[in-house]
C-alpha cells in the first residue's frame, strides 16, 4: 500500500496501463466493444454486458464540477508527522478535491490545487489534466476555464 | 409464511469504552436482551453477529470472540459484514434463518470498538469505505464522501443552506440528551454548529457522527414461539439495494437509489405507505445524510428536506419524529452495532418504553440503515 503521494494506486489490476496513460498525459476510460457502454474509472470487464473484450479511449478534458469537497481532518496516510520542534504545531491546507463530468456518464475525480473549497461552485467549468509530482508520480488535477 | 417478531433488546452504553473490550460491551447489551426476552440461554438456536472492520477490532475473527465469551457454542453462528449496515443486514439474515425455518430463535449482535485507534487512523479504515484504489488515493474520508452530497445537494436545492444541515445536529443532539445510552448528552446550538472545525467543507465538526463504540443485541423469534411472549414486534416489512461504489458514478448525488429501492421493498411488504409511519431512526452518519434519507423514505417530496426541519415536522410532536434517539449524531455510530440499536430503539418505541423520547401511541415504526456512502442499504418496518 502507497498512498502517501496522493498519486494513483495501481499495481495488480488488468488495467495499469491506465497509469502508463496518465503519464503520457492522458486521462483514458473503457468502452466495451460489444455494448458500447463505457467505464470511468476504467475497467477490463463489462458488468453490463459480461464481455471482456473492451476498448481505451481518450476522456475529454473539460466538463462542469458537479461536486466538491476539502477534506481538513485526513486519513492517517494523507496527514502530516508531528513536527519535531516542541511547542509547535504543523498546519496543513489541503486542496479541495472535486468530481469533474467530462461526458455523459463520465465523471473524473481530481485535486483542485491552489484554490480554496470557498472559491468554488458546482457547476464551475474546469479542465482535468494529469499532473505529474516533484517525486515523479502522477495524480489529476482540475484548473478553472476562465 | 408466519411472521417474526423481536421479544428482547438490549443495548451498551455508547462512548469511548476506555477500558472495556469488544467482547465485552457485547456481552453487556447481551445480558440485558436475554433480561428482557426472559429466555434461557440453551433456547438460543443460532447467532449472527455484526462487525464492520477487521481494522477496528484488530482480529480477523471479532464474532467468534463474541460468541466464545456469550458461552454460546456450539450454537451455529457467523459474522454479517455491510459497513455501517452490518446491523441491518444481520438483522435481515435472522429473519432469513428464521423463515427458512433453521431455527426458531435467533440472537443478533452487533458491536464495534472504534476508540482504540487514533482519529487519524479511524478516518483512514472509515476513508476506505470508499473505493480505495480510484478514490482513496485523493485523500478522501469518509466525512468526504457525504460532503460531496452535501455540496452537490445545497447547489441542485437553492432554497437550502447550511443551516439546514445545522438544524439536523441541533435536533438530534438535543433528543441524545434524552437517551441516557448516547455517547452525548450535550445540547448544540444552531451557531455552534454553523462555525464548528470544518471537517471535510462543509461539513463542520457537528455534522458528523461520533466515533463509538458500544454494542446491541436483539432475540428474533418465529410466529410460533412469540405467541408465548407478551409483546412482541412484530418485522414485518423489509427492504435491502446496494449503489455504485465510486461515487463518481452515481446518477444522483442528491439520493441514494439504494434507499430508494429498499425503502420501497419494505413499504410493499409491509402494505404500508410512508404516511403510516409513526416514527422513524435514519442513518444520519451526516447531517445531510438524513436530510436525504426523508426524501429517499418518502417523508417529503424532492427538495422538501429543508422544510421538514425548519418546521420541526421530525421533533416529537411533528408529522414524522426522526432519530428522536439522538440519531448516530448524538448516540454514537458504533458501526456494526448501529443497525442492531436502532432495531432496539423502534421495539422500545413500540412498546411505548422510551421515557421522555416516546412517540404517544406509536404502532409502526420504520428504521433506515445505510453501509458506507450508499453501497448497502437496510429499511426495516415494524408493527405491533
Given at each position: 500500500?502507497?498512498?502517501?503521494?496522493?498519486s494513483?494506486m495501481l499495481n495488480?489490476?488488468?488495467?495499469?496501463?491506465?497509469?502508463?496513460?496518465l503519464?503520457?498525459g492522458?486521462?483514458?476510460?473503457?468502452?466495451?466493444?460489444?455494448?458500447?457502454?463505457e467505464?470511468?474509472?476504467?475497467?477490463s470487464?463489462?458488468?453490463?454486458?459480461l464481455?471482456?473484450?473492451?476498448?481505451w479511449f481518450?476522456?475529454?478534458?473539460?466538463?462542469?464540477?458537479?461536486?466538491?469537497?476539502?477534506?481538513?481532518?485526513l486519513?492517517?496516510?494523507?496527514?502530516?508527522?508531528?513536527?519535531s520542534?516542541p511547542?509547535?504545531?504543523?498546519?496543513?491546507?489541503?486542496?479541495?478535491?472535486?468530481?469533474?463530468?467530462?461526458?455523459?456518464?463520465?465523471r473524473i475525480?481530481g485535486?483542485?490545487?491552489k484554490v480554496?473549497?470557498?472559491?468554488l461552485k458546482?457547476g464551475?467549468?474546469?479542465?482535468?489534466?494529469?499532473?505529474?509530482?516533484?517525486?515523479?508520480r502522477?495524480?489529476?488535477?482540475?484548473?478553472?476555464?476562465? | 409464511m408466519g411472521?417474526?417478531?423481536?421479544v428482547?433488546?438490549?443495548?451498551?452504553?455508547?462512548?469511548?469504552?476506555?477500558?472495556?473490550s469488544?467482547?465485552?460491551?457485547?456481552?453487556?447489551?447481551f445480558?440485558?436482551?436475554m433480561?428482557d426476552?426472559?429466555?434461557?440461554k440453551?433456547?438460543?438456536?443460532?447467532?449472527?453477529?455484526?462487525?464492520a472492520?477487521?481494522e477496528?477490532?484488530?482480529?480477523?475473527?471479532?464474532a467468534?470472540?463474541?460468541q466464545?465469551y456469550?458461552?454460546?457454542?456450539?450454537?451455529?453462528?457467523?459474522?454479517?459484514?455491510a459497513?455501517?449496515?452490518?446491523?441491518?443486514?444481520a438483522?435481515?439474515?435472522?429473519?432469513?434463518?428464521?423463515?427458512?425455518?433453521?431455527?426458531?430463535?435467533?440472537?443478533?449482535?452487533?458491536?464495534e470498538?472504534?476508540t482504540e485507534?487514533?482519529?487519524a487512523r479511524?478516518?483512514?479504515?472509515?476513508?476506505k469505505?470508499?473505493?480505495?484504489?480510484?478514490?482513496?488515493?485523493?485523500?478522501?474520508?469518509?466525512?468526504?464522501y457525504?460532503?460531496?452530497?452535501?455540496?452537490?445537494?445545497?447547489?441542485?436545492y437553492?432554497?437550502?443552506?447550511?443551516?439546514?444541515?445545522?438544524?439536523v445536529?441541533?435536533?438530534?443532539h438535543?433528543?441524545?440528551t434524552l437517551?441516557?445510552?448516547?455517547?452525548?448528552?450535550?445540547?448544540?446550538t444552531?451557531e455552534?454548529?454553523?462555525?464548528?472545525?470544518?471537517?471535510?467543507y462543509?461539513l463542520?465538526?457537528?455534522?458528523?457522527?461520533?466515533i463509538?463504540?458500544?454494542a446491541?443485541?436483539?432475540?428474533?423469534?418465529?410466529?410460533?414461539?412469540a405467541?408465548k411472549f407478551?409483546?412482541?414486534?412484530?418485522?414485518t416489512?423489509?427492504?435491502?439495494?446496494?449503489?455504485t461504489?465510486?461515487?463518481?458514478?452515481?446518477?444522483s448525488?442528491?439520493s441514494?437509489e439504494?434507499a430508494?429501492?429498499?425503502?420501497?421493498?419494505?413499504?410493499?411488504?409491509?402494505?404500508i405507505?410512508?404516511?403510516d409511519?409513526?416514527?422513524?431512526?435514519?442513518?444520519?452518519?451526516?447531517?445531510?445524510a438524513?436530510?436525504?434519507?426523508?426524501?429517499?423514505?418518502?417523508?417529503?417530496?424532492?427538495?422538501e428536506?429543508?422544510?421538514?426541519?425548519?418546521?420541526k415536522?421530525?421533533?416529537?410532536?411533528g408529522?414524522?419524529?426522526?432519530?428522536?434517539?439522538?440519531?448516530?449524531?448524538?448516540?454514537?455510530?458504533?458501526?456494526?452495532?448501529?443497525?442492531?440499536?436502532?432495531?432496539?430503539?423502534?421495539v422500545?418505541?413500540?412498546r411505548?418504553e422510551?421515557?421522555?423520547?416516546?412517540?404517544?401511541?406509536a404502532k409502526?415504526?420504520?428504521s433506515h440503515?445505510v453501509?458506507?456512502?450508499?453501497?448497502?442499504?437496510?429499511?426495516?418496518v415494524?408493527?405491533?
Amino acid at each position: 500500500m502507497d498512498f502517501k503521494d496522493f498519486s494513483l494506486m495501481l499495481n495488480e489490476t488488468k488495467v495499469a496501463a491506465y497509469a502508463d496513460f496518465l503519464a503520457q498525459g492522458k486521462i483514458m476510460a473503457t468502452r466495451c466493444k460489444k455494448c458500447n457502454r463505457e467505464y470511468y474509472p476504467p475497467q477490463s470487464d463489462c458488468s453490463q454486458c459480461l464481455s471482456k473484450e473492451m476498448d481505451w479511449f481518450e476522456c475529454p478534458a473539460e466538463g462542469k464540477l458537479v461536486a466538491f469537497t476539502q477534506v481538513m481532518v485526513l486519513p492517517e496516510h494523507f496527514a502530516l508527522p508531528k513536527p519535531s520542534i516542541p511547542f509547535s504545531k504543523a498546519v496543513l491546507t489541503p486542496s479541495p478535491v472535486g468530481i469533474l463530468e467530462v461526458k455523459e456518464g463520465i465523471r473524473i475525480m481530481g485535486w483542485i490545487p491552489k484554490v480554496m473549497a470557498d472559491d468554488l461552485k458546482v457547476g464551475d467549468r474546469m479542465k482535468a489534466s494529469p499532473h505529474t509530482l516533484d517525486d515523479g508520480r502522477v495524480t489529476i488535477i482540475f484548473k478553472k476555464l476562465e | 409464511m408466519g411472521r417474526v417478531a423481536i421479544v428482547g433488546v438490549g443495548v451498551s452504553k455508547f462512548g469511548v469504552r476506555k477500558g472495556v473490550s469488544l467482547r465485552e460491551l457485547a456481552f453487556e447489551a447481551f445480558r440485558e436482551a436475554m433480561e428482557d426476552a426472559g429466555i434461557e440461554k440453551d433456547e438460543i438456536q443460532a447467532v449472527v453477529t455484526a462487525c464492520a472492520s477487521d481494522e477496528f477490532a484488530m482480529a480477523l475473527q471479532p464474532a467468534a470472540q463474541v460468541q466464545d465469551y456469550l458461552g454460546l457454542n456450539p450454537k451455529p453462528h457467523f459474522r454479517a459484514e455491510a459497513a455501517c449496515a452490518s446491523g441491518s443486514m444481520a438483522v435481515r439474515s435472522a429473519w432469513m434463518t428464521i423463515q427458512s425455518g433453521l431455527a426458531d430463535i435467533v440472537l443478533v449482535n452487533g458491536v464495534e470498538k472504534m476508540t482504540e485507534v487514533s482519529t487519524a487512523r479511524a478516518t483512514e479504515i472509515m476513508g476506505k469505505g470508499g473505493d480505495s484504489t480510484w478514490e482513496y488515493a485523493f485523500g478522501m474520508s469518509f466525512p468526504g464522501y457525504y460532503a460531496m452530497l452535501a455540496t452537490n445537494y445545497l447547489a441542485t436545492y437553492r432554497e437550502s443552506d447550511r443551516s439546514d444541515l445545522a438544524k439536523v445536529a441541533v435536533k438530534n443532539h438535543y433528543y441524545g440528551t434524552l437517551n441516557p445510552k448516547a455517547h452525548m448528552q450535550k445540547i448544540v446550538t444552531e451557531e455552534q454548529a454553523m462555525s464548528g472545525l470544518m471537517v471535510a467543507y462543509p461539513l463542520r465538526l457537528h455534522d458528523c457522527s461520533l466515533i463509538s463504540d458500544g454494542a446491541a443485541s436483539i432475540i428474533m423469534v418465529s410466529e410460533k414461539v412469540a405467541k408465548k411472549f407478551d409483546r412482541p414486534v412484530w418485522l414485518t416489512g423489509l427492504g435491502a439495494g446496494s449503489e455504485t461504489h465510486d461515487i463518481g458514478r452515481r446518477k444522483s448525488l442528491t439520493s441514494l437509489e439504494s434507499a430508494c429501492v429498499a425503502a420501497e421493498q419494505a413499504y410493499k411488504m409491509a402494505g404500508i405507505s410512508p404516511r403510516d409511519v409513526d416514527v422513524a431512526v435514519v442513518h444520519d452518519c451526516f447531517t445531510i445524510a438524513e436530510l436525504i434519507a426523508y426524501e429517499d423514505l418518502g417523508f417529503c417530496g424532492r427538495g422538501e428536506a429543508p422544510m421538514l426541519i425548519r418546521n420541526k415536522e421530525t421533533y416529537l410532536g411533528g408529522r414524522i419524529p426522526v432519530n428522536v434517539d439522538g440519531g448516530l449524531k448524538s448516540k454514537g455510530h458504533p458501526v456494526g452495532a448501529t443497525g442492531v440499536a436502532m432495531t432496539a430503539e423502534i421495539v422500545k418505541q413500540l412498546r411505548g418504553e422510551c421515557g421522555k423520547r416516546q412517540v404517544k401511541g406509536a404502532k409502526t415504526g420504520l428504521s433506515h440503515n445505510v453501509g458506507g456512502s450508499g453501497q448497502f442499504v437496510a429499511v426495516h418496518v415494524y408493527q405491533v
